[in-house]
């Protein structure tokens, strides 16, 4: 195994949040050496953030932090300062990625904008994410992942029909964007690989979010269709959650080439036969079809009826516990979980690996580094001495 498919690459992270860190997350994953600027003394934000490691508030502690972060060394730069320019620019010069996550206009008022970069660095590929992008009448505006989420449509897709809509719990639009910012950075990054010139990617978080609609925008765009937070609604019926014995399964009706296994999932040979045969016959039917389908799940766990599914060739699941997903068969075979690099305060903590996997390289766990740890190695490689170091620590610059 190399030590990765990206280990030619250097990247330069000045992002904070979600979005910016899980994309560098990834470069950092596939080999890529990755330096991650944090304001001195208090750090990335994201530090202060929670869940904590033992529930214990502390700058190396956030759980969050780590798993955002794992396999990048940490530099302290306060970009405010009059001579964070010098130290930035001899950065840039030797780096093939910066990704900022700063307001738009903030590079430029800094003396870090596109243009002033490529002049130090004509291959560097600066990716900006930012909220609403860096142009348009909203490019000012401030939004959390709960408001791109609304925003996107999405939440008008995400609860119960009869209550207010909910947020999704993770902060989708966040990694959604983060994702889409890694993918364009390879994208300018092949055509670099031809031309030999660097490029400046925008990536709008509220953009990214839309990705998370899938066929409801499309419904809409062409079939004039507009999707309701009701299962009952849905055109291939039986389509949401049941309780079983001991939880919830998820019960999608199809492939609906496959639907004749539902007799054999639910010992129920009436959901096969007229009028329950055909779609339309369930449509029609539809609280029959759940009358039905709820008896036979009563005195079934969500596994069996998964399982029973499953072998029939219907997309049935079930909601699972933290505690089952780690211990579920294909994520151990898949080696999707393992534990990082042993940490200073934390030491080794479970983490998850890349969902895709390259056959001929390998995916770095590694750990989160400690704020300013690396400091002295990277500043150095720069030409600066301890004692200049030390100088520039008094002056409150890193």
Not at 33 to 42: D, G, Q, R, W
Not at 64 to 88: M, V, Y
Not at 185 to 203: F, K, N, S, T, Y
Not at 253 to 262: D, F, H, Q, S
């Amino acid at each position: 195994m190399s030590e990765g498919p990206l280990s030619h690459l250097r990247i330069l992270d000045c992002s904070t949040g979600i979005a910016g860190p899980y994309c560098t997350r990834l470069f950092a994953g596939f080999g890529a050496l990755t330096l991650k600027i944090e304001p001195p003394c208090s750090g990335d934000p994201q530090r202060q953030r929670g869940p904590f490691y033992h529930n214990q508030p502390g700058l190396e502690r956030s759980l969050s932090f780590h798993w955002l972060n794992a396999g990048k060394r940490s530099i302290t730069l306060d970009l405010e300062h009059p001579q964070a320019p010098e130290l930035l620019h001899a950065l840039v010069a030797d780096v093939d990625i910066l990704v900022e996550s700063f307001l738009p206009g903030t590079l430029q008022r800094l003396g870090f904008d596109y243009k002033s970069l490529a002049s130090i660095n004509p291959r560097l590929i600066l990716v900006s994410i930012s909220d609403f992008g860096q142009s348009g009448p909203r490019r000012h505006w401030k939004a959390t992942d709960i408001v791109h989420y609304a925003m996107s449509g999405a939440m008008s897709l995400t609860g119960d029909p009869d209550r207010p809509p909910l947020n999704s719990g993770p902060a989708i639009a966040a990694y959604t964007a983060g994702l889409h910012a890694y993918l364009a950075a390879l994208l300018a990054l092949q055509r670099r690989h031809e031309d030999g010139i660097g490029d400046w990617v925008d990536v709008s978080i509220q953009e990214s979010s839309l990705e998370n609609v899938e066929i409801k925008l499309a419904e809409a765009l062409l079939a004039a269709h507009q999707a309701q937070r009701n299962a009952d609604n849905h055109a291939m019926t039986p389509w949401q959650c049941y309780p079983t014995a001991d939880g919830i399964a998820a019960i999608i009706g199809g492939p609906l080439r496959n639907w004749a296994g539902a007799a054999e999932a639910f010992d129920d040979q009436a959901l096969v036969e007229p009028p329950f045969d055909t779609i339309v016959g369930r449509n029609t039917n539809r609280e029959k079809v759940h009358d039905r389908v709820r008896a036979a799940l009563k005195s079934r766990t969500k596994r069996e009826i998964y399982h029973r599914g499953q072998a029939a060739g219907l997309a049935f699941g079930y909601l699972a516990s933290l505690a089952e997903v780690l211990e579920w068969p294909q994520h151990i075979a898949r080696r999707f979980l393992q534990p990082t690099d042993p940490h200073p305060v934390v030491g080794s903590l479970l983490s998850m690996t890349a969902p895709f996997h390259p056959s001929t390289t390998s995916w770095r766990t590694g750990r989160a580094p400690l704020l300013g740890e690396h400091n002295e190695a990277i500043y150095a490689e720069l030409g600066y001495s301890r004692e200049a170091l030390v100088s520039l620590a008094d002056s409150g610059i890193i």
